[in-house]
């Protein structure tokens, strides 16, 4: 069984950063695709970010409402998945979940199989 817990959330200024992290035990990485959804309130879930490591490539791709201020990345090591959160704005504030599929790259919330339990990120204008 595959477990998600992710951490790092927390309240920070507009323009702050934040990194997020997501750890999995059960299993390791390598094998699958994991991305980064966020919900903010009253809202649809969102896709974020996701990566995925396929015969020493990595592959990965942004929502364009954060691409060139996240960046997702990953240690197989440490079986943990990060998004680097920067320039942040009022609108990125959301819960922001990990999920893992076995998979090719998908940026469709329902493709994935195993979620985390999320953690809180708000940003104060």
């Known amino acids: 069984q595959v477990q998600l817990v992710e951490s790092g959330g927390g309240l920070v200024q507009t323009g702050g950063s934040l990194r997020l992290s997501c750890v999995a035990s059960?299993?390791?990485?390598?094998?699958?695709?994991v991305g980064w959804f966020r919900q903010a309130p009253g809202k649809e879930r969102e896709f974020v970010a996701v990566?995925?490591?396929?015969?020493?490539?990595?592959?990965?791709t942004y929502s364009a409402s954060v691409k060139g201020r996240f960046t997702i990345s990953g240690d197989n090591a440490k079986n943990t998945v990060y998004l680097q959160m920067n320039s942040l704005k009022p609108e990125d504030t959301a819960v922001y979940s990990c999920?893992?599929?076995?998979?090719?790259?998908?940026?469709?919330?329902?493709?994935?199989?195993?979620w985390g339990q999320g953690t809180q990120v708000t940003v104060s204008s």
């Open positions: 999920a893992v599929r076995l998979d090719v790259i998908s940026t469709r919330a329902a493709e994935y199989k195993y």
């Open positions: 990566i995925r490591w396929t015969g020493g490539t990595t592959y990965y």
């Open positions: 059960g299993t390791t990485f390598r094998s699958y695709t």
